[in-house]
């Protein structure tokens, strides 16, 4: 900093060096700091390490770090490895795009983006994701993988009404579906017995 401020003459040169900070797992970071600072940050690395020898299990700088430190509650239970999370699938992208749906009224024929009908708005959704999809709920019913109903996922498309409807499983026994003529994109109770085949796009 003192150096670029020389040749600019915004400030007055101050005599700096680069010190190098030690974060063990994260890596060197060098600081630029007047030299008398040097010692000091010697010091500190130092007793950076010391403290992290003295923590209970601790690792080797540059190993796997653990989730949270020993002792320190994790506040995000639900977004482990938040620096290298794996992205969504496309269920999970295609469930998202019909969920911004929820209330465009049904149309036969209709593959959005603002009326659909059942099979229409499970091919936009999915189309959201990068993935084509057929055009009715017959050829959707033959896509992607079997399905369990034990073992339905968010985002799985079922199949019901003899193979004539389908809509998208979006989670606590819920389907999200265009579901007829006069009615909106909706969420209604999913029973087993309605399932023709359901589906993971895989």
Partial sequence: ???????????PAIPAMAATINLPGLGNF??????????????L???????????????????????????IPNFAPNMPGLFNQAPPSPSDIALDAAKTKVGAMYSWGAAGPSNFDCSGLVQWAYRQAGVELPRTSFEQSHVG????????????IVVTNGGGHVGIYAGDGKLLNAVQSGSPVSYTPLRQGDIVTARRIV
């Fill in 1 to 11: 900093m003192g150096a670029v401020a020389a040749t600019t003459g915004a400030m």
């Fill in 30 to 43: 060098d600081v630029p700091v007047p030299q008398e600072y040097e010692a000091p940050v010697q010091q």
């Fill in 45 to 71: 690395n130092q007793q950076i390490q010391q403290a992290v020898s003295a923590m209970p299990n601790a690792q080797v700088p540059g190993a796997p770090q653990q989730q949270t430190a020993p002792g």
């Fill in 145 to 156: 993988a079997p399905v369990a109903f034990q073992n339905l996922q968010p985002g799985d």
